[in-house]
């Protein structure tokens, strides 16, 4: 999966390579880059609500390619810094709840039926299942762990959902992305499992090897056990 999302990504910045060097030369300040992909994925909420649903998938591919263009600029100019890494993060979150708010809506009209119904709980699980996503990395990384492992990231939710958006809208009664959000709401919850895993792998016995670190018991997270 690394691999692939690897070349696939490599593919991409070549792809748009001339448009970031015009960002880096222009100096574009990456934060700038984070808003404007934060409200171009917030726009696809409408669009779900709205059922064009294409135009909803388009936005959200448009909105992902900001992450690769704020990293890309903020490296490249020197402009990157911890607060732009936290303001990114945050919108990213932001966005993706925004998102699954409008695939609520979009099952939950007056149109729905049993089925519709029933995608509501999966949509929940889906967007559960992604902010835990983050929440455990974070979490990993309060204690000097890196936790990017897991087979559902949000590059792969973002492609997921706006492929399918845009390329079957809602042909036959929006099947495709009705299995994509079957798919998102096993797989994000199983990334969780993977990374609840990986931790607990990586934190027992104290000081086993983390990559190249070595783990240790943070002094916060020493008192607490003591107590």
Known sequence: MKTLR???????????SPVINWMVDARVHPNTLSTLGFLITCS???FFHSHNVRTAGALILVGGMFDLFDG???????????????????LDRLSEIIVYIGLLSLYNDYRADANDVVM?????????????????????????????VGIMQRAERVVLIGAAALLFGEQNNG??????????????????LQRIVWVYRNTR????????AVWRTPEWLRRKLDK
Do not use: H, Q
């Open 6 to 16: 690897a070349t696939l990504e490599r593919g991409l910045r070549k792809a748009v």
């Open 44 to 46: 696809s909420g409408f």
């Open 72 to 90: 890309t600029v903020a490296r490249r100019t020197g402009l990157a810094s911890p607060f732009g890494a936290f303001y990114d993060s945050t």
């Open 120 to 148: 509501i709980y999966v949509v929940i699980l889906a967007m559960a299942g992604s902010l835990m996503i983050s929440y455990t990395r974070a979490r990993a990384e309060a204690l000097g762990i890196d936790c990017t």
């Open 175 to 192: 099947a495709v992305l009705r299995v994509v959000l079957w798919g998102l709401a096993i797989l994000t919850n199983l990334t969780v």
């Open 205 to 212: 016995p104290e000081g086993v090897a983390v990559g190249k």
